[in-house]
């Protein structure tokens, strides 16, 4: 079900406390987001501030302690684990720092799984694959391992992956942390290709305000609330997002926050 009002992911007062033994952690306060379909976001802040548990809590990964999420329409803050699993595989495609390829099969057929255990199923699930690989200008890997191939490569496949069952949200958690500078530029061209050819809405979790700054928008949380938003399109606010660019990261902290 479509959202009437364009978006596609929306969060309502948000809030995820965490249990550390005695103490209780406050890691997202009131968070209310709205994301528009088609959109590439990019979610910036220190380690700790909130940024990888809103991620998760947008893609049905977690639940929150109060508050609500809308994902494509659908209330999903008290679905269910099977329903949730559902909604995971047809609406969200996930990439994370570390490419988690399956070691033994090809870039085509690492592709092609997700395919095969869809609940509706698209036909050829191997043309399916070699044309997202296509896309993102991997398609004469089709049949190397992963070990054959090198961390921008097995990223794009990583991506082609995430894509295979054509959801309309992609997220990505440090998708450039384990790249150098020349890998990440390439996955983050492949990423904005998939937008543009494809439509799909990104949200990217990053450390790195080189790759923060090349979304449509920009999210900063500042201990689990939102203390800033940027557009680096718009000249005006690009002064505040290069104050934040300086040291090209926020920190070289831990990715799970």
Excluded: W
């Amino acid at each position: 079900m479509a959202t009437e009002n364009g978006y596609i992911v929306q969060t309502f007062d948000l809030t995820k406390d965490l249990q550390m033994g005695q103490v209780t952690i406050q890691a997202l306060r009131g968070v209310t987001l709205n994301v528009q379909r088609g959109e590439v976001l990019s979610i910036i802040g220190p380690s700790g501030s909130g940024k990888s548990t809103l991620l998760g809590l947008v893609g049905g990964l977690d639940s929150p302690t109060a508050g609500r999420i809308l994902l494509d329409g659908q209330d999903i803050t008290a679905l269910g684990e099977r329903e949730l699993t559902r909604i995971r595989n047809e609406k969200i495609g996930f990439v994370f720092q570390f490419f988690n390829l399956i070691p033994t099969l090809t870039a085509e057929e690492n592709v092609a799984l997700p395919i095969l255990v869809a609940r509706h199923r698209p036909d050829h699930p191997s043309r399916r694959a070699r044309d997202l690989l296509t896309l993102l200008e991997v398609g004469d890997r089709l049949h190397h391992r992963p070990s054959q191939l090198s961390g921008g490569q097995q990223q794009r496949v990583a991506i082609a992956r995430a894509l295979a069952n054509n959801p309309p949200l992609l997220m990505c958690d440090e998708p450039t942390g384990n790249l150098d500078t020349v890998s990440g530029a390439l996955v983050m061209q492949a990423l904005h290709d998939v937008n543009e050819e494809m439509g799909t809405t990104i949200i990217i979790v990053t450390h790195d305000m080189d790759v923060a700054s090349q979304a449509h928008r920009v999210i900063a949380l500042v201990d689990g609330q939102i203390a800033d938003e940027y557009d680096p399109r718009s000249s005006a606010q690009r002064a505040g997002l290069e104050i934040l660019r300086q040291g090209r990261h926020l920190d070289s902290g831990s990715t799970s926050s």
